[in-house]
């Protein structure tokens, strides 16, 4: 289900800045035809209300009143239309209320309006004291690369990261990088990776809580989804407002898979519906099995 808004009702989603000492130059490669490749997305998170046979019952959104009218409407009515498989407890199906996050996203097509649609959902969360999940122990953050902070180059780096029996880091993957600035196509590959260089370095050296219950704790390692973001601090040294709710532009990243990892491993995968600041279990699927499309019908 894709819905079209004005240009109104997606206020503010091309607002990405061009570095000073990038051309405008309408050419392949140049920041003109980098701003063609802009969309616009927020993160919705809420609950899911699953009846006994699979079918949603109920859908409660975070913070409602901060979301647009019409990304309430499309959540909710596509939602609705979704059927899980049934969750089993104990030998019965019983009825369950599990989290959800969605990347809603919106795109600028023909006479100037936007057609917004859903991108990807999760229905796990963030474990912080689960034995059967890794936890985070020490997670110091990346430093911002001089060369990236002097330029105002930002974006988000969604992390892969392998951690072995001992909690330690065995390696770490950048497997998507979004842009939240604009300059020419190479100088975007190349932030693309000075800031997936960063982030990677950062989390070899983190050390994680390893499952110590049920089959999880058997595994010789597990992978585990960080998101990170890079963002240049306001004037007065405060972090950047609270985004919930509104739209945020940027210029994703091609998808990546790690060397350790195969296709059937990923797929279905979205790590870009993962919220920033939580550690999500890669390979244990703690939510419930969506069997309906993720747009519904």
Do not use: C
């Amino acid at each position: 289900m894709n819905v079209r808004f004005g240009a109104l009702g997606v206020a503010g989603v091309l607002l990405l800045a061009a570095p000073v000492w990038a051309s405008a130059a309408v050419s392949n490669g140049s920041v003109a035809s980098v701003r063609q490749q802009v969309e616009s997305s927020m993160l919705v998170g809420g609950d899911v209300h699953i009846e006994q046979d699979g079918t949603v019952s109920g859908v409660v959104l975070r913070q409602e009143e901060k979301l647009p009218e019409g990304v309430v409407k499309l959540v909710r009515d596509t939602a609705l239309q979704w059927r899980f498989e049934p969750i089993v407890v104990d030998g019965r199906t019983v009825k369950a209320i599990a989290p959800m996050s969605l990347r809603v996203v919106a795109r600028k097509v023909e006479g100037g309006s936007y057609e917004v649609s859903l991108r990807g959902v999760s229905f796990q969360k963030s474990e912080t004291t689960d034995p059967h999940a890794v936890t985070a122990m020490e997670m110091a953050p990346p430093r911002y690369p001089e060369l990236a902070y002097q330029s105002g180059a930002t974006g988000d780096v969604y992390l892969l990261v392998k951690v072995g029996s001992d909690g330690k880091v065995e390696d770490a993957f950048a497997e998507q990088v979004n842009l939240t600035f604009l300059s020419r196509e190479a100088d975007q590959r190349r932030f693309r990776e000075v800031l997936a260089k960063s982030a990677v370095s950062a989390a070899k050296r983190w050390t994680f809580r390893v499952p110590t219950a049920g089959e999880e704790a058997t595994q010789p390692y597990w992978n585990v989804r960080v998101p990170v973001s890079y963002a240049i601090q306001l004037a007065g040294g405060s972090q950047r407002p609270e985004t919930y709710g509104r739209w945020r532009s940027y210029v994703a990243g091609p998808r990546e898979r790690a060397p350790w990892r195969s296709e059937s491993q990923e797929a279905g995968s979205a790590p870009d519906t993962l919220a920033e600041g939580g550690v999500y279990m890669a390979d244990r699927n703690t939510g419930p099995r969506l069997l309906t499309p993720l747009q519904g019908g």
